[in-house]
Nanobody
């Protein structure tokens, strides 16, 4: 069974930066795409960014393009989300997810395993 644990969330002022990390255990991490999603209370889970199995391909939601950068280290079984120029509207819980295939998809149902989430709060 794959277990994903996020870390790095916290409180930051608008314009600031945070780096989220996701550590995976169990399973074949390097064979699957990884992604970050976020979900605000009462809203659907939203795709933020994804990275292909070998790190060569990435994809970003329009709302974070140019501000966020996703990366992965298959040897360490970790995926990262560098978040810069944070905005108040980025405030929510962020989730790490492991895909069912090696290529990036944006639909939550296409991800098999999820972390417990980490809270990001951006103050004005």
């Amino acid at each position: 069974q794959v277990r994903l644990v996020e870390s790095g969330g916290g409180l930051v002022q608008a314009g600031g930066s945070l780096r989220l990390s996701c550590t995976a255990s169990g399973g074949a991490f390097s064979s699957y795409a990884m992604a970050w999603f976020r979900q605000a209370p009462g809203k659907e889970r939203e795709f933020v960014s994804g990275i292909g199995w070998n790190g060569d391909s990435t994809h970003y939601a329009d709302s974070v393009k140019g501000r966020f950068t996703i990366s992965r280290d298959n040897a360490k079984k970790m995926v990262y989300l560098e978040m810069n120029s944070l905005k108040v509207e980025d405030t929510t819980v962020y989730y790490c997810a492991q895909g069912r295939v090696g290529t990036i998809t944006t639909a939550p149902w296409s991800y098999a395993f999820w972390g417990q989430g980490t809270q990001v709060t951006v103050s004005s």
